[in-house]
C-alpha cells in the first residue's frame, strides 16, 4: 500500500519532497529504480530486489521490455489524481 505525503522529514528535521510524480514539473524523469539492498550485499539474481516507478507525466515514457526486468509500481494519471498500481506479488 501507500499513502500520498508531500514531503519526508529527515533525521535533521529538514524536509525533502517527494511529490515528483503528480505533475509534469519534473516531466525530464522517465522514472526510478530503488533497491533497499546495498551494492556489496546484493542477491544472487541481480536486479531481483528493485523497484521501478514510473513517472505518468514523463516526456520519454520507459519502454515496457525495460520495466518487465524488475518489480514495478505503474503510476497512472487520470483526470483528478495520480494512482499507484502495484505490478508484482
Not at 13 to 32: A, L, M, Q, T
Amino acid at each position: 500500500s501507500y499513502s500520498h505525503r508531500n514531503d519526508i522529514k529527515k533525521y535533521n528535521n529538514s524536509f525533502v519532497p517527494v511529490n515528483y510524480f503528480i505533475s509534469n514539473k519534473f516531466d525530464f524523469i522517465s522514472g526510478v529504480i530503488f533497491s533497499k539492498e546495498m551494492v556489496l550485499s546484493h542477491p544472487n539474481n541481480i536486479g531481483s530486489d528493485c523497484i521501478f516507478v514510473n513517472n505518468p507525466f514523463s516526456k520519454n515514457p520507459v519502454d515496457s521490455e525495460f520495466i518487465n526486468l524488475f518489480k514495478s509500481w505503474n503510476a497512472v494519471k487520470n483526470e483528478n489524481e495520480v494512482t499507484l498500481q502495484k505490478n508484482y506479488k
